[in-house]
């Protein structure tokens, strides 16, 4: 997959999350079902975090001047809700009341610093050659984390659709 369409699915990703979100109430991003579950704006902060933790990621992998002989991982099994993945405690949300507004500034500024760190690659195939450690799939190519990016975010609109669906 060509570096092209990934940023053409991030895209789409994002398009179809800020969709979403558009039109929701204050009431509707802070509800939580239950202390244990994350609120729409938590879920939306935690997305903004992993994508700012993955531009770090990427760009210490890239610092290695090694090729690598990782393999591609299969990320798909990120789609898989029934597996459950703890987030490490960097990228998780905060209990803070969450304004669309502020929501949508996070995820704009977090996307930005992602999609300029792609742009600023001189070659890009670079990102299937370099790899870095990923808290759940362990040693990663960096062209599978930044494909794990958009497979992360529909995760979590599928997370998203359910809480607004009232799916339990």
Same mark, same amino acid.
């Given at each position: 997959?060509? %570096? ?5 699915? &991030?895209?789409?990703? !994002?398009? =179809? ?14 509800? !939580?079902?239950?202390e244990?579950?994350?609120s729409? #704006?938590?879920?939306?902060?935690? %997305? ?9 990621? /990427?760009? !210490? ?11 591609? =991982?299969?990320?798909?099994s990120?789609?898989? $809700? ?20 502020? /929501?949508?500034? =996070?995820?704009?500024?977090? $996307? @930005?610093? +992602? ?10 195939? /670079?990102?299937? $050659? $370099?790899? +870095? &450690?990923?808290?759940? +799939? ?12 958009? &497979? ?5 609109? @599928?997370?998203?659709q359910?809480?607004?669906? #009232? &799916?339990?």
């Open positions: 997959m060509e %570096l092209q369409e990934i940023k053409q699915n &991030v895209k789409e990703t !994002r398009d =179809k999350l800020l969709g979403i979100l558009k039109g929701l109430t204050e009431e509707q991003l802070n509800e !939580r079902k239950d244990d579950s994350w729409i #704006g938590q879920i939306c902060q935690h %997305l903004a975090k992993v994508e700012e933790i993955y531009v770090v990621a /990427i760009k !210490r992998g890239l610092q290695n001047t090694e090729e690598s002989s990782v393999e591609h =991982k299969s990320i798909d990120l789609l898989d $809700r029934k597996i459950k993945l703890a987030a490490p405690d960097i990228v998780k949300p905060t209990d803070e009341h969450y304004e669309y507004e502020d /929501i949508i500034a =996070k995820l704009n500024n977090s $996307r @930005q610093q +992602f999609i300029e760190m792609l742009n600023a690659l001189e070659d890009p195939t /670079i990102l299937s $050659r $370099r790899h +870095f &450690v990923h808290p759940a +799939f362990k040693e990663m190519l960096l062209i599978d984390w930044v494909k794990s990016t958009y &497979v992360h975010e529909e995760r979590h609109i @599928q997370q998203i359910d809480i607004i669906n #009232g &799916v339990r």
